[in-house]
Nanobody
Framework: QVQLVESGGGLVQPGGSLRLSCVVSGRLFSINALAWYRQTPGNQREWVASIGTNGRTNYADFVKDRFTISRDNARNTVYLQMTSLKPEDTAVYYC???????????WGQGTQVTVSS
């Protein structure tokens, strides 16, 4: 079973930056597109950004030009560099494959990001 472990979240002031990391166990990492999602209480998990096996990236409009997704296949790790953070970015952030977990078959515990002064 694939295990996903997110880290790097925390409390940051508006305008600040954070870098999230997600380590994915197993051989599926390098052959799949990856994504970051986020969820706030009472709301559905929403897609934030994706990166293909060729490195091509896509972003939700609400994070475009502020967040950058990247991957390191040698470390089975996907990253999300977040800059110019806003209070509305407050959420639990998760990584997974770009089909919302249909390939990996599980979710990690997520990492909490809180943007507040």
């Amino acid at each position: 079973q694939v295990q996903l472990v997110e880290s790097g979240g925390g409390l940051v002031q508006p305008g600040g930056s954070l870098r999230l990391s997600c380590v994915v166990s197993g051989r599926l990492f390098s052959i799949n597109a990856l994504a970051w999602y986020r969820q706030t209480p009472g709301n559905q998990r929403e897609w934030v950004a994706s990166i293909g096996t060729n490195g091509r990236t896509n972003y939700a409009d609400f994070v475009k030009d502020r967040f950058t997704i990247s991957r390191d296949n040698a470390r089975n790790t996907v990253y999300l560099q977040m800059t110019s953070l806003k209070p509305e970015d407050t959420a639990v952030y998760y990584c997974n494959d770009d089909t919302r977990g249909r390939v990996f078959g599980s979710w990690g515990q997520g990492t909490q990001v809180t943007v507040s002064s």
